[in-house]
């Protein structure tokens, strides 16, 4: 890889600059935190910004699943669970 940038390279960080920033802004749920599938969203990005400067990003396929309060209620428990079963995967 290069030291330096192609032009191609400095909008597709500007564009997910904005796009990271954007996603770990949002407060629909009222909490400070941005919902889930904001926050996934900002990490794929943040991903492909530290892939475009030549870093490697190796994503583990069994992530810890957390139940949601509701089901946290039920008595439903934190499970491991692969990746690629996960939804949206």
């Known amino acids: ?10 909008k597709r960080l500007v564009k997910l600059g904005g796009d990271i920033q954007q996603d770990l802004g949002c407060d ?9 599938t904001d926050r996934f969203s900002a990490v794929e990005n943040m991903k492909e910004y530290l892939e475009i400067h030549g870093m490697k990003v190796i994503t583990d396929p069994d992530v810890w699943v957390y139940p949601s309060k509701s089901e946290e209620a039920e008595g439903k428990k934190p499970k491991i669970s692969n990746i690629s079963e996960m939804e949206g995967a």
């Not at 890889?1 to 400095?10: H, R, V």
Request: charged share 20%; proline share 5%.
């Open 1 to 10: 890889m290069s030291d330096t940038l192609t032009d191609t390279d400095i």
């Open 28 to 36: 629909a749920n009222g909490t400070g935190l941005p919902c889930r």
